[in-house]
């Protein structure tokens, strides 16, 4: 896999999409999740949504910290951002 700091502006922004594609489908898990925790009838499946919420949030905690790397390096790219210095 090539680095973040390796990519030229149309990899950053196909990454960026990319991203945001997993995080809106893991949103939609996270829903789904929240509907079987409130809505079922069954004890082990209200108590196997809430692991998988769990894990399903964990997820997307991972992918918003890549997006917002992603959209630093992209800021970067286009000049927007300089980097720190070491005495910063």
Do not use: W, Y
């Given at each position: 896999m090539v680095g973040l700091d390796q990519?030229?502006?149309?990899e950053l922004i196909a990454e960026l999409r990319?991203?945001?594609d997993a995080c809106e489908r893991l949103n939609q898990e996270v829903t789904r999740a929240l509907e079987r925790q409130r809505f079922s009838r069954d004890a082990r499946e209200v108590a196997q949504a809430g692991r998988d919420e769990q894990t399903l949030l964990a997820?997307?905690?991972r992918l918003m910290d890549r997006r917002r790397a992603v959209e630093g390096h992209l800021?970067?790219?286009?000049?927007?951002?300089?980097?720190?210095?070491?005495d910063e």
């Amino acid at each position: 896999m090539v680095g973040l700091d390796q990519m030229r502006e149309p990899e950053l922004i196909a990454e960026l999409r990319r991203v945001a594609d997993a995080c809106e489908r893991l949103n939609q898990e996270v829903t789904r999740a929240l509907e079987r925790q409130r809505f079922s009838r069954d004890a082990r499946e209200v108590a196997q949504a809430g692991r998988d919420e769990q894990t399903l949030l964990a997820e997307l905690n991972r992918l918003m910290d890549r997006r917002r790397a992603v959209e630093g390096h992209l800021m970067r790219v286009r000049g927007q951002l300089r980097p720190l210095n070491r005495d910063e």
